[in-house]
């Protein structure tokens, strides 16, 4: 009985041992190569699949410098507006997400750029405390290796900004049939306006929901000042 008990012990600390291995590996792989696909992109895949529908979506990886600083300052100031000064978390948003959690409301969860990033890149999108607690894992490689640069330009190439719609060039051609690169300030806060659900609203066509929250990230990308990269 001793012998087989030291045989599982030595199964489970080979694949911790793997896990931590092939995951710093990977966050090292991805600081320079661009992410061919996420969990995420595969579920929707596998939906139309099961449905005998052929695929249907859209995703084209570019570089940050093809990419409208318009957007790059559209998603920080409406997703993560400490992106910039935080090391991953943003403790004040969560506390306010729990506070709010504990009264039943529906507010903004307190998760940030980074924290959306290892989840849409490394992990699957179902909530439940198993995956929160590896985001936090990978939220912490993702800091420790990539730069913020490198974190924005991930999370705008991987990102759903419309129904089957990934990343930013994407969904630049999809919603107004122009590259990334040529989104004005009202273009890049469009898309930007619908990230909470971008299956359910539209950027372009908007209902007066999606009509405010546009208004409103203008203004705070006009308060938030010139965006500094290292």
Same mark, same amino acid.
Not at 82 to 91: N, R, T, W
Not at 147 to 162: A, F, H, P, T
């Given at each position: 009985m001793k012998g087989f008990f030291q045989k599982i012990k030595r199964v489970i600390i080979k694949i911790i041992i793997a896990f931590f291995t092939i995951s710093i590996v990977s966050v090292i792989l991805y600081k320079w190569v661009p992410v061919p696909f996420t969990s995420l992109m595969l579920i929707r895949n596998v939906a139309h699949w099961s449905k005998g529908e052929s695929a249907n979506f859209s995703h084209n990886w570019v570089s940050i410098d093809e990419i409208s600083p318009?957007?790059?300052?559209?998603?920080?100031?409406?997703?993560?507006?400490? &992106?910039?000064?935080? &090391?991953? &978390?943003?403790?004040?948003a969560l506390e306010k997400a729990y506070e709010g959690n504990k009264k039943g409301k529906r507010i903004k969860g307190g998760s940030t750029i980074t924290q959306q990033t290892a989840k849409n890149v490394f992990l699957w999108p179902k909530r439940s405390y198993v995956r929160k607690g590896f985001e936090v894992y990978f939220t912490f490689l993702i800091e420790?290796?990539?730069?913020?640069?490198?974190?924005?330009?991930?999370?705008?190439?991987?990102?759903?900004?419309?129904?089957?719609? &990934?990343g930013a060039e994407a969904a630049s051609q999809h919603w107004f049939r122009k590259p990334a690169s040529k989104l004005n300030a009202y273009q890049a806060a469009s898309i930007a306006a619908i990230l909470p659900n971008p299956r359910k609203y539209k950027a372009t066509n908007s209902s007066s929901y999606i009509e405010k929250r546009k208004s409103w990230i203008v203004r705070q990308m006009g308060f938030y000042g010139p965006l500094k990269f290292e």
């Open positions: 318009n957007l790059v300052k559209a998603v920080i100031v409406s997703e993560d507006q400490k &992106f910039m000064e935080h &090391f991953g &978390f943003d403790l004040a420790v290796i990539w730069s913020k640069e490198r974190i924005i330009e991930v999370y705008l190439n991987s990102i759903e900004m419309g129904n089957g719609v &990934f």
